[in-house]
């Protein structure tokens, strides 16, 4: 079966950095989406990995590591407007989106 | 920017009812989604379609039906609503390629009494 694999809650600190995971077995790979969503709001799309290797895109960088089943969201000087669920997606061989059930991260001051 | 906007931010059904959830996007793109998103679940993807007049079974089929006759409009429908479709409902729309985002609409919170 296909599995995407997330922590379902973690807290860091306002400033710091904390890194989410995500770990996927699918049938095939067309690459990884990370998404994140406010309570009570829409998704909204963060960033699209194919390739091996770290995109950094402001804050937020994304890794991915094809041969590990692996990624993760990296967030640095966490804000407390950062408190939102993070949704690790996997593009499988027939091009279907596979979702994990999200990453609740909590800020505190 | 892109908009996707649904019909109802919250609805409360009876058991048996008909309901029909609306989607729309302005940015005339040719996929449209509709997912449901329950608590320490990933989304699950219902139906699907690429173009007007056409769609594809998702996962979790069963108990719905949907409706494209315009590009910019996905009509998701339960036939006989029950207790266990209870959820968040989810409306995406995304251009071209299967590898481009997604936009979402805000979503419905559908309780089915």
């Known amino acids: 079966g296909q599995n995407i694999d997330q922590p379902t809650e973690m807290t860091a600190t306002e400033g710091a950095i904390v890194q989410i995971n995500c770990t996927y077995q699918t049938s095939g790979f067309n690459g990884l989406f990370w998404y994140q969503q406010h309570a009570g709001e829409a998704p909204t799309f963060l960033s699209y990995n194919v390739l091996d290797g770290l995109e950094e895109k402001g804050r937020f960088s994304s890794f991915l590591s094809r041969s590990k089943g692996y990624s993760y969201l990296l967030l640095k000087e966490l804000q407390m407007k950062d408190s939102a669920s993070y949704l690790c997606a996997v593009l499988d061989s027939n091009y279907q989106l596979i979702w994990g059930a999200g990453t609740k991260l909590i800020i505190k001051p | 920017d892109v908009k996707v906007t649904q019909s109802s931010r919250y609805l409360v059904k009876r058991t048996g009812e008909k309901v029909f959830l609306e989607c729309v996007q302005d940015m005339d793109h040719e996929n449209m989604f509709w997912y449901r998103q329950d608590p320490g679940l990933g989304l699950r993807l219902i139906y699907f379609s690429y173009d007007v007049k056409m769609k594809e079974k998702g996962d979790i089929p069963e108990g719905y039906s949907v409706s494209r006759e315009k590009k910019e409009r996905f009509s998701l429908i339960l036939e006989s609503a029950s207790t266990n479709q209870t959820s968040m409902y989810l409306c995406?729309?995304?251009?071209?390629?299967?590898?481009?985002?997604?936009?979402f609409g805000p979503g419905t919170r559908l309780t089915v009494l």
């Open positions: 995406a729309s995304s251009s071209g390629e299967t590898y481009n985002e997604q936009f």
